[in-house]
């Protein structure tokens, strides 16, 4: 059974970074591609960030482009999310996503219970 662990979200203040680490156990990882998404208080859960199986390919939501940064190392079964420049609106629960296919879509095989990013003025 696949398992996803999130972990490094913390309260930061605007402007500041934190990266997000998804430790994934159970299976192969790299026949996953993974997915971040996250969710704020009353609003849906939103995609982030994806990146393909090898780590060539990434995918980004227009609002994180050139802020966020998604990796990945198959050696350590772990995926990361690099926020940087952070924004009040980046505050959310943020979800790590396993796809066993090329790419992460809107509804992943797996998903982790998440970790919270508070951004405060």
């Known amino acids: 059974q696949v398992q996803l662990l999130e972990s490094g979200g913390e309260l930061v203040q605007t402007g500041g970074s934190l990266r997000l680490s998804c430790t994934f156990s159970g299976h192969t990882f790299s026949s996953y591609a993974i997915g971040w998404f996250r969710q704020a208080p009353g609003k849906e859960r939103e995609f982030v960030a994806a990146?393909?199986?090898?780590?060539?390919?990434?995918y980004y939501e227009e609002d994180v482009k050139g802020r966020f940064t998604i990796s990945r190392d198959n050696a350590k079964n772990t995926a990361y999310l690099q926020m940087n420049s952070l924004q009040l609106e980046d505050t959310a629960g943020y979800y790590c996503a396993a796809q066993a296919s090329s790419r992460v879509s809107d509804r992943p095989d797996y998903w982790g219970r998440g970790t919270q990013v508070t951004v405060s003025s």
């Open positions: 990146i393909s199986r090898s780590g060539d390919k990434t």
